[in-house]
């Protein structure tokens, strides 16, 4: 932990769903410049977590704060890039025409818009499928654009649910360079993943099962504590079985 304000702060966080309790007083720091990843199984409440995060939904109790400031807040929007777990895009229009259309919703103009579109474009390996339609896109394809979007404003904290899913290990491989550039660049990262070798790649992980966090730390520290030879052997030793 170094001395600087944690960039996340989730305070006795616990949220019900009419008679489900699916988060219990969860407590959390993220710092600034790591990748933050949420590791658990379907359903464990890490999809919950992040939405609270990026102001779309709110505790039932306790607080969320994002650069200390108490969220949901609307003009904290412009720091915050989120990738949803489906992907909000315009199937009718190009790629092109969809980063214009949410550019634009971020205030981007002229042509810093357009550079920006282009780099995000290029940042998910998408450049030569600019002029092509959504509809006729692949999922990974959504999803790398879905990266893309959330990229455009240069958000300080970026919330990715499952940034990965449907993307083939060499274009992973891209996708996780570009994380560490950002990281490099000072962004902090939030990834929610089920899948083990991404969760080897974050700075810090918290391990979540039924809807609490089970143990935080990095993989390194998770791996020695519980003397597993992996991240998954670790999970089950904290009782995420
Ligand atoms: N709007 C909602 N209304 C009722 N229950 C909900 C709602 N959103 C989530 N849940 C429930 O909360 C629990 C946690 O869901 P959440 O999506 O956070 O899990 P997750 O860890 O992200 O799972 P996955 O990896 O499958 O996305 C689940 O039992 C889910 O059914």
């Not at 971020?106 to 600019?130: A, C, N, P, W």
């Not at 919330?159 to 902090?188: Q, Y």
């Amino acid at each position: 932990m170094n001395n600087e304000n944690p960039v996340v702060f989730i305070q006795n966080v616990s949220k019900s769903y009419g008679k489900q309790q699916v988060l219990k007083n969860v407590n959390l720091e993220i710092i600034p410049g790591e990748i933050f990843g949420l590791l658990g199984p379907s359903g464990a409440g890490k999809t919950t977590i992040v939405k609270q995060l990026a102001g779309l939904e709110t505790p039932t109790q306790g607080e969320n704060y994002i650069f200390s400031e108490k969220m949901p807040r609307l003009d904290l929007m412009n720091r915050i890039g989120y990738m949803a777990q489906s992907d909000a895009l315009y199937g009718e229009l190009t790629a092109k025409e969809n980063l214009d259309f949410f550019a634009s919703l971020y205030g981007l103009k002229g042509k810093e818009k357009q550079q920006r579109m282009k780099d995000v474009m290029e940042i998910v390996s998408l450049t030569e499928h600019f002029d092509k339609l959504v509809f006729n896109y692949s999922g990974g394809m959504k999803r790398r654009l879905s990266l893309a979007i959330s990229l455009l404003h240069k958000p300080g904290l970026l919330i990715l649910d499952e940034p990965t899913v449907g993307i083939d290990p060499v274009l992973r491989k891209g996708i996780w360079a570009a994380f560490k550039d950002l990281k490099d660049n000072g962004t902090t990262i939030i990834v929610t993943t089920h899948v083990m070798d991404e969760a080897e790649k974050c700075d810090r992980l918290g391990m979540i099962r039924d809807g609490q966090l089970i143990a935080v730390g990095s993989p390194e520290e998770l791996k020695q504590q519980t003397s597993a030879a992996n991240i998954e052997d670790a999970f089950l030793a904290y009782g995420g079985a």
